[in-house]
């Protein structure tokens, strides 16, 4: 995986150095609360319902052992011995001081790692596909490209104050687990008559609005790959709207102006572009390639021995192909029944990290689903990994399945919160799992928000659950048929609300629709857009 | 509102060495009907592009930051500087301390910020950055660059 050179180091320890004179400059009184809050933000700093919340950057959601440990350890120093991964690949510690936060980003420049841009109207942390490097469908590793992108996008002089937040997705299969199409900017690294390129998608996001990105080029050549990007970003920066804060990300404006004309823009600013040399050196994606090229993988066993059937559960659910026959990715779920989905204690980060150090070439990705990976594990060692899991409550068999949920922070730390996500979500986990119907409904991914910020993508989701207020009263929004994958769609929503037990009752009642009606292999999602939400809405209304 | 940044006096830190423009600035319309004008403000919504026909006349660019947050300026800047625009570039409105380094790359040479900065302070803002990630006109030579000679 990628290392810092001295440079990289530098500017790392020179956002430090920044951010301490900025703390101490709002100490003395010489920068407001209005005037420190976009630079905390711009290092990760946000003041929620009960604390300051920190979240750390993973770059393309790639780590290693030392790094984890780093994250663990903070965890127990500096937060309640807690760390919450995100739906963007990063770490957030819910209880920090501000006293803190310069130490913090101190212990975290010493394992390469940062908080930068990880909010604010800036270009935020890439996110990649968690099976990298690793998956047996992709064209090729996107993240060479995706450090390249991590380094223009970072301290860009020009696009620091955006009209709002600003996600890159960066993605090299057919197979999108990234949510590409749903980020501001999608990048596909895709194969044209035998030259690599960029297809780039732009507009795509979740919030109040939610949108999925139109192509606006299909290829890219690699070249001019940070070109196109920075004329995708100078048109927005320029014509974005400033005027209302819930119009401003880059999905209104390429609404608004349509793809076409935008697209036209982009093309006409990046013609003039070429001419001013902002493409880094190609050399410089080369020297970057080695650092994601394969391990030495080792030829061994390529099957399996599943007479423990709770062990064959998980090697069915929890592990997924890879390009080496004798390995396979293996995903720690966050989500133990009734837990709080993507957090994760000190102690079994550590854990964690431990087992990526001794069975995965000292690697592990983030999910976008808040789970964690083993990318290049041994066949053979999967046993071993599985009882250690087991022991660290870190073993439970239910990637993709309806307790694999995503959820917000939701009213227990969010000051924007309608309705509680955390306490819905380990409801809907205890139940599905007491009552076994998880395993039968197979692949069913579940996404709720306490908001309309959609924090918790329930847009996205095969069911999405979205908390909203009324006359005061935490109430319950159903929606059907959303996927942030390959095959994107938006979820509509089924009708009335309900309460949080109504809500449930919900989910039980179009699940066993989907049991009912399915034919041969399908899933919800399958059935849901082949019969359409009448039929569920009968079962839910009538 | 004061109309801040029209005489050269308020401007608190220049990287020039040229005489400031001495007289004061007019809009980018009027500069466009206005032959003689040598001095022009771009307001957030103006589009720069509009200068370029009449970049060899002009001496001075003021750029208004109503509101430090609106960061159109900073690509109106490096359009004129891209352009070849040689004159001074001068930020005026609501600056502050951490904005400069940022605004210094994108071409800026001149600030007017509403209210005097701290000169130690900024003095370490400029100096923020000892090497860059991205490519502009100030011709600094990039990391890429130096990693590969
Ligand atoms: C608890 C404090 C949080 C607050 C106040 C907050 C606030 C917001 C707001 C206002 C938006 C809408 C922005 C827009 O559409 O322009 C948003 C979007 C989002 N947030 Fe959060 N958020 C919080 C926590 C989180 C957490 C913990 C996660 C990850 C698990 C997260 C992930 C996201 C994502 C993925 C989006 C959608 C981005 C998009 O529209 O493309 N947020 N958040
Ligand atoms: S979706 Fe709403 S409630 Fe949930 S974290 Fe985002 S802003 Fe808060």
Known sequence: MYAYDQYDQQMVDARVAEFRDQARRRLEGKLTEDQFKPLRLMNGLYLQLHAYMLRVAIPYGTLNSRQMTAL????????????????????????????????????????????????????????????????????IDPRPYAELLRQWSSFHPEFTYLPRKFKIAVIAAEKDRAAM????????????????????????????????????????????????SEACLRVYNRY??????????????????????????????????????????????????????????????????????DFALWVKHNTHQHKHDSYVSAVISLKPVGGIPGDATGEQIRIMAQLAKQYSVDELRIMHTQNVVLPHVKIADLYAIWTALGAADLGAPNMDS????????????????????????????????????????????????????ACGHHHAG???????????????????????????????????????????????KVTDLYLNRREGEERFLDTYRRIGMTPFKEALYD | MTDFGTSPDEVQFRFRDDEPADHGTVTVDACCDQTNATAVRIEPGDDARTLLPFLDRLA?????????????????????????????????????????????RCGFDAFAPDKLLD??????????????YQSTTDDRKTIQELRHG
């Open chain 1, 72 to 139: 663990g350890d903070i965890a127990d120093k500096y937060d309640r011995g807690y760390g919450h991964f995100t739906t963007r690949q990063n770490l957030q510690y819910n209880w920090i001081k501000l006293e803190d936060a310069a130490d913090i980003l101190a212990d975290l420049a010493k394992v390469e790692m940062h908080a930068i841009q990880t909010s604010g109207n800036c270009i935020r942390n890439i996110s990649s596909d968690h099976f990298a490097g690793a998956a047996k469908d992709e064209l």
């Open chain 1, 181 to 228: 199409r749903l980020h501001d900017i999608g990048i596909q690294i895709v194969e044209k008559d035998g030259e690599i390129g960029a297809r780039f998608y732009v507009g795509g996001g979740m919030g109040r609005t939610p949108m999925i990105a139109p192509m606006i080029r299909d290829f890219v050549p690699l070249d001019q790959l940070i070109t196109y």
């Open chain 1, 240 to 309: 974005g709207r400033r005027d209302n804060k819930y119009k401003a990300r880059i999905k209104i404006l390429v609404h608004e102006l349509g793809a076409e004309e935008y697209t036209r823009q982009v093309e006409e600013e990046f013609a003039h572009m070429l001419d001013q040399g902002v493409e880094p050196p190609r050399e410089e994606l080369e020297r970057i390639k080695p650092f994601f090229a394969d391990p030495a993988f080792e030829d061994g066993p390529k099957t399996l021995d599943r007479t423990d059937p």
């Open chain 1, 402 to 453: 309806i307790e694999d949920m995503i959820a917000c922070p939701g009213l227990d730390y969010c000051a924007l919160a309608n309705a509680r996500s955390i306490p819905l979500a380990q409801r809907i986990s205890e139940r599905f799992d007491a009552s076994g119907k998880t395993e039968k409904l197979g692949e069913l991914k579940l996404k709720i928000s306490g908001c309309i910020n």
């Open chain 1, 462 to 508: 095969h069911i999405g659950i979205l908390g909203v207020d009324r006359k005061g009263v935490e109430n319950y929004q159903l929606s059907l048929g959303g996927s942030e994958a390959e095959d994107v769609s938006l979820a509509k929503i089924t009708g009335p609300g309900f309460t949080e037990d109504g809500v449930i009752e919900a989910v039980e």
């Open chain 2, 60 to 104: 001075l660019v003021e750029v208004n930051f109503p509101s430090f947050g609106d960061g159109r300026g900073y690509s109106s800047a490096r359009i004129l500087r891209e352009a070849g625009f040689t004159g001074e570039l001068r930020a005026v409105g609501d600056l502050g301390i951490d904005q400069l380094s940022h605004m210094r």
């Open chain 2, 119 to 132: 000169e130690e302070d900024a003095a370490r803002a400029f100096a923020t950055w000892d090497n860059v």
